[in-house]
């Protein structure tokens, strides 16, 4: 008997060998068996069919047509970039109380220097640090012409989905940066700010496995951090709490050019305005109230919910809630609310926030978590490039110095932005003709039509002219600095650039980085580090919304290119 089960044995080897589909049916067959047994016994976690280290050398998943069996294929591993590589020694699938949080920060920052910096923007009620990880090529510095952009999570406690994705999001960045063009494009040319837990108060009061409810919703005093910003429409009243003072003294500080809030109990994507000068009382049958730039937030919402991985079908979430049209919502039409904090960054800074809704359960169990990541992390990187699309350039004066704060607005679109102390300034838009309108004290005001196109971001530079009234003080700058002033006629310069690699010739100038000042965990200071200026690179960006899982993309130091005469 022993004889046989060892020849049956060996000819079923020989026949895995020659028929690999045929062993990787069994092998998910084995598996499934003994995950039912198990799920059985109650052994705990319970996840989804995934192949083995070993396996994975040879075989990659991909479900075959029909009867649910697996068929393996290693052309769909080394053709998918956006698939998911996990970095397991470093993050696990469970959720992360604050200590644990804070000490997977700190060691992310230690194992990864080049590329992340960690600041506390402020404390909790109870005195909890508000923590924010920069992921960049130049986290410590502001590079000219890099748009700042934020992710923000867990503003209600037991929404605790959103803040073990941000953390996800983070092990992905820093991973990926030196294998994936995509993100080592994104990485150079933007810094992006992820805030994890914005009411870590109201996660400890949090239970794992509760999907309603509002045990944990609050901050540590009671209130809804939701609702406890200014508000366009109506006059808030309610007490401004730590952690809500804490993000509009953040906001004020760094021009932040767009913007997601992860929260929880449904899967929908809500858009400004949330609220509306005629909501008398929460509704679901209320009527949107559009913003002036509603075909750029339909556009932003509608990047992230086709990218996510159900989304996008608007189905809902129970029987008794409503179903999202392609997965998005004006968040007004959905329920109006006052003192939300996406009409806040919109309209007192011009920084288009979107509410990602991103579990039907608010607190799930921790094994449910890597089907959340597999879900949102496509959306999540996808969204974040959508800072790269629009317009962006410098408002200077006639000898090339930058003017802060000029007031900029596109005609017709009656929310304003400003320009940084550098100048800078950014809008996402969608392709088309448009007029910016530019003011700033002291300067003639200036109109000046330009266009937007799909496949690159407009570079725009817009020179005003100082009015009779008032003598400039003019400021001589370094010859190193990116606004040369040795080409004083700086003149309103509309440009785009190829998507290839061609060649164009540009002014003398070199592009500089300059120094902000941000915490330095390590010694308590600030970072004070001057990286050597570099000639402007040519920039080969991609679609911003294409098919960037098979485009090549050049690399660059990220530097943007000023235009001159």
């Known amino acids: 008997m022993q004889l046989r089960i060892r020849f049956g044995a060996l000819l079923s080897l020989l026949w895995c060998v020659v028929n690999p589909t045929f062993a990787a049916t069994q092998l998910h067959a084995a598996r499934s068996a003994s995950v039912a047994q198990q799920a059985a016994k109650g052994d705990g976690e319970v996840r989804a069919f995934e192949p083995s280290s070993n396996v994975g050398q040879i075989f990659s998943l991909d479900r075959a047509a029909g009867g649910g069996l697996y068929a393996f294929d290693n052309f769909s591993i080394t053709h998918e970039p956006r698939a998911y590589r996990p970095d397991i020694g470093a993050l696990d699938f469970v959720y992360h109380n604050q200590e644990e949080m804070t000490r997977y920060l700190r060691e992310t920052v230690a194992r990864y220097p080049n590329l992340t910096a960690l600041y506390s923007i402020g404390k909790s009620a109870q005195g909890r640090d508000l923590w924010v990880l920069v992921v960049s090529a130049s986290p410590y510095e502001h590079m000219l012409g890099k748009p700042d952009v934020k992710y923000i999570g867990n503003i209600h406690g037991n929404e605790a989905v959103g803040r073990e994705l941000l953390l996800h999001l983070i092990q992905y960045l820093v991973s990926s940066y030196g294998s994936d063009p995509y993100i080592k494009w994104l990485l150079d040319n933007t810094r992006i700010h992820i805030l994890p837990s914005l009411n870590p108060d109201g996660y400890a009061a949090s239970k794992e496995g509760?999907?309603?409810?509002?045990?944990?919703?609050?901050?540590?005093?009671?209130?809804?951090l939701n609702r406890n910003f200014p508000d366009y429409f109506k006059q808030n009243n309610k007490r401004s709490q730590p952690e809500t003072e804490a993000v509009k003294d953040w906001i004020s500080k760094i021009q932040f050019v767009l913007s997601g809030s992860l929260h929880g109990g449904a899967l929908v994507v809500s858009y400004p305005y949330d609220n509306t000068p005629n909501a008398i009382f929460h509704s679901y049958t209320s009527q949107p109230s559009l913003t002036p730039d509603d075909d750029v937030f339909k556009h932003l919402s509608l990047t992230y919910a086709n990218n996510h991985g159900k989304m996008s079908r608007g189905v809902a979430c129970k029987t008794a809630s409503p179903s999202f049209e392609n997965g998005i919502t004006n968040g007004a039409a959905w329920y109006p609310l006052t003192g939300g904090m996406q009409d806040f960054n919109y309209v007192w800074h011009g920084c288009m926030e979107v509410t990602l809704e991103v579990s039907c359960c608010?607190?799930?169990?921790?094994?449910?978590?890597?089907?959340y990541w597999d879900d949102n992390q496509l959306s999540l990187i996808k969204f974040l490039a959508e800072a790269h699309r629009g317009v962006q350039g410098f408002v200077v004066d006639p000898t090339g110095n930058p003017i802060e704060r000029a007031q900029l607005k596109i005609k017709g679109r009656d929310i304003g932005f400003t320009t940084t102390k550098y100048g800078e300034f950014w809008r996402v838009l969608l392709p088309g003709v448009y007029k910016l309108e530019v003011y700033a004290d002291g300067y003639v005001p200036k109109d000046v039509d330009f266009m937007v196109v799909e496949q690159h971001p407009t570079l725009l530079n817009v020179t005003l002219q100082p009015s009779k009234r008032t003598t400039p003080n003019i400021v001589q700058q370094?010859?190193?600095?990116?606004?040369n002033t040795q080409q004083s006629s700086m003149l309103d310069t509309v440009a785009t650039h190829s998507a290839g690699t061609g060649s164009l010739a540009v002014g003398g100038g070199q592009a500089d980085r300059i120094t902000v000042?941000?915490?330095?965990?390590?010694?308590?200071?600030?970072s004070m580090r001057q990286p050597q200026p570099q000639q402007p690179a040519i920039l080969a960006l991609p679609v911003a919304n294409g098919d960037v899982a098979r485009q090549g993309t050049a690399t660059t130091n990220g530097d943007r290119i000023i235009f001159t005469e």
């Not at 799930?364 to 890597?370: I, M, S």
């Open 478 to 483: 370094p010859s190193s600095s990116s606004f």
């Open 517 to 526: 000042h941000f915490p330095d965990p390590a010694t308590g200071g600030a």
């Open 210 to 224: 509760t999907c309603d409810g509002g045990q944990g919703r609050y901050n540590s005093r009671g209130f809804d």
């Open 362 to 371: 608010k607190f799930p169990p921790a094994y449910e978590l890597r089907k």
